[in-house]
Every structure is written in structure tokens, then in C-alpha cells.
């Protein structure tokens, strides 16, 4: 630090939102009336003095632009106009990740004694709207056919099934290692058709569809089915594929699934057992 001469002001608290700019506001004042040599400004993460520093740049003199020499994963920029004591930055397209405590640093060139840093930081909150990561269907002994639906958002958003007769299901919660996301398993699918997963959180609402069909046999009679996903997949080839398939599966009983998320479908994949 460099005494009571200095001072620097900064936010405690800062939202942002994933995908999005968030800007970290910080302003200098200090005993020199000018500072006409120049000065470096610096900041860093997680700790005060020794932490990771993702941004800094250089300036020969207050009426010279910062020549940037650090700049981690190249999304940080200065904002605030250096004339001013104005040392902001933004951080583009936040990620999980950049959820932090930075921390605003000044040094003037004129003195090797003139520097100061904020000891308390500012935190970086992140929001985000609910999306779902992943939905499918998949088999196993236990389970038999189950469905799972991966959402996440900050708040953790909630999940609700509902199956194809629209009745709401009461789903097997699980938990990932990360913070903002989460997991339901729906267990021993009954009916054939449409399988939806809602996540809701204070953000918004979003929800995706997995169409599951079993066959067994002989059961390529009900393909029929399916031609509801391949119209809304508006591609004929994928609907030649999968009678292609039917087909060529004809043996044992396996499942045809197709998952529209965002109103974007795909086909997943077929489960084959005998």
C-alpha cells in the first residue's frame, strides 16, 4: 500500500450473467495531482498481493492508451479511461468459471512506492437461465428402460417429468459434482410415446422431450409412431434410415428413440437386447 494518500473504490458485489459481459468497476485517487509517467494496472483472482493475475496492462503516460500484456483466455478489457483514475474492466462471454474475487491494482511508474490494491475484492455472482444439458433414455437390469434429464442454472433449477399419458412422475433425484446442475432419473418406463422434462428456475423455464418406443419381434408394424419425430425432424433420410432399421432389427426387442430439445430434434440412438 502507499498510505492514507491513496485510496481505491471499488463494488462488493457484482451479477452477471453466463454467456453474457459483466463489468468490475474500480477508481484510483491518490496525492499526485498528476501522473503524467504512466502507470500499470493490474487484476487479479482469488487472492489480495499474490493471486492470479488475469489482466494487465501498461501505459507510458496518462494520455497513452494501456498496452495489454496479460490478458487471460484474451476476455478481459479495460473500460474506464485511464485520464480519470478509472482502472474498470469487463469480462466477455462469463463462464462458470469466472465466478471469482477479483482484485483492482495501480501502479505509477514515477515511484516504485506508489501502488495500491484492494484487500477486499469484489465478488463476481453468476446467474443463468435454466438449459438442459442432456436428455435420453438408456437401459439397464435394475432400471429397465429409464429416462434422464440434466439441466442446469443458477439458481439450481427444478425438474419436473411428465410422461405420455401427461401425468406428472415422480423422478429419482441425483446429483453431479457441479453446483449449478442437476439430474433426474425417471425408472422403468411403462408407456410408449413422449417423455418431457420441465426445468424451472427464478430465469425462466425451458423443457425437452425424448419419444420412446419399444419393439419387439415382428413390431416394425408400429414405425408409424415414429414418423410424428422423423416430420418434425423434416428429414427424409433419417426417416429411411430408421426403416432401414426396424428391419434390419427384427430379432430380439430394442427401443427407437428420438429427443427434441429447443424444438431441434435428433435420434438418439436404439437399444438393442435379446
Not at 473504490?9 to 453466463?18: A, F, K, L, P, R
Not at 442432456?134 to 410422461?163: M, Q
Request: proline share 3%; aromatic share 12%.
Amino acid at each position: 500500500g502507499g498510505g492514507n494518500s491513496w485510496s481505491l473504490q471499488v463494488s462488493t458485489d457484482v451479477m452477471g450473467e453466463i454467456g453474457k459481459t459483466a463489468s468490475l468497476p474500480c477508481w484510483f485517487s491518490h496525492s499526485h495531482k498528476a501522473h503524467d509517467s504512466g502507470l500499470t494496472v493490474i487484476w487479479r483472482i482469488k487472492h489480495p498481493y499474490n493471486g492470479t493475475v488475469v489482466f494487465k496492462c501498461v501505459s507510458d503516460s496518462s494520455s497513452d492508451s494501456c498496452k495489454t500484456t496479460i490478458n487471460y483466455m484474451n476476455k478481459f478489457r479495460l473500460i474506464g479511461n485511464l485520464r480519470n483514475n478509472n482502472i474498470s474492466i469487463s469480462i466477455e462471454n462469463l463462464t462458470w468459471e469466472d465466478s471469482n474475487r477479483y482484485y483492482c491494482r495501480v501502479e505509477l511508474s514515477s515511484d516504485r512506492h506508489d501502488k495500491y490494491e484492494t484487500k477486499f475484492g469484489t465478488w463476481l455472482h453468476l446467474s443463468a437461465p435454466p438449459r438442459i444439458v442432456n436428455i435420453s433414455v438408456a437401459f439397464d437390469k435394475i432400471r429397465g428402460f429409464y429416462a434422464v434429464c440434466t439441466a442446469e442454472g443458477e439458481p439450481v433449477p427444478s425438474l419436473v417429468w411428465t410422461d405420455p399419458l401427461n401425468n406428472h412422475e415422480d423422478p429419482f433425484l441425483t446429483s453431479l459434482l457441479l453446483r449449478h446442475q442437476r439430474t433426474s432419473e425417471l425408472h422403468h418406463l411403462r408407456n410408449d410415446g413422449k417423455y418431457t422434462c420441465v426445468a424451472t428456475n427464478s430465469h425462466g423455464r425451458v423443457e425437452g422431450s425424448v419419444y420412446f418406443f419399444k419393439f419387439s419381434a415382428g413390431g416394425s408394424s408400429r414405425v408409424g409412431y415414429i414418423v410424428l419425430c422423423a416430420a418434425l425432424a423434416a428429414k427424409l433420410l433419417l426417416l429411411f434410415l430408421m426403416f432401414g432399421a426396424v428391419s434390419y432389427y427384427s430379432r430380439g426387442e430394442y427401443a427407437l428413440l428420438c429427443t427434441i430439445v429447443d424444438n431441434r430434434p435428433k435420434f438418439d440412438r436404439i437399444l438393442l437386447y435379446s
